[in-house]
Nanobody
Framework: VQLQASGGGLVQAGGSLRLSCVAS????????MGWFRQAPGKEREFVAAISWNGVVKYYGDSVQGQAIISRDNAKNTVALQMNRLKPEDTAVYYCASRRLSSTASERSANAYDLWGQGTQVTVSS
């Protein structure tokens, strides 16, 4: 299975973007999907994660109230809606699939073993 992220682009501050991540095959039953981002010179940062059934959602402190994660298992997709974008949201955004056997937190990149190639989001002031 491979993950393909898309939807990034250049947007003005205050705008919105909807990122999408498509899996090439059915997601592993029970897995959590996540989004991370990495800005130049910074560590990879947790953005959001969603449980298999879509009921449980996690958000990073820096995107609380700004991001909405969703998934459609029938379409093998996970989406990240980012609203009220700020220049500091500029980064490459990655989707990832969490290992079922992982004991690491959903907020930790170490919990994920399958990553998409990333999509660039640039927010201009």
């Amino acid at each position: 299975v491979q993950l393909q992220a898309s939807g990034g682009g250049l947007v003005q501050a205050g705008g919105s973007l909807r990122l999408s991540c498509v899996a090439s095959g059915p997601p592993e039953s029970g897995n959590t999907m996540g989004w991370f981002r990495q800005a130049p010179g910074k560590e990879r940062e947790f953005v959001a994660a969603i449980s298999w059934n879509g009921v449980v959602k996690y958000y990073g402190d820096s995107v609380q109230g700004q991001a909405i994660i969703s998934r459609d298992n029938a379409k093998n997709t996970v989406a990240l809606q980012m609203n009220r974008l700020k220049p500091e949201d500029t980064a490459v955004y990655y989707c990832a699939s969490r290992r079922l056997s992982s004991t690491a937190s959903e907020r930790s990149a170490n919990a994920y073993d399958l990553w998409g190639q990333g999509t660039q989001v640039t927010v201009s002031s």
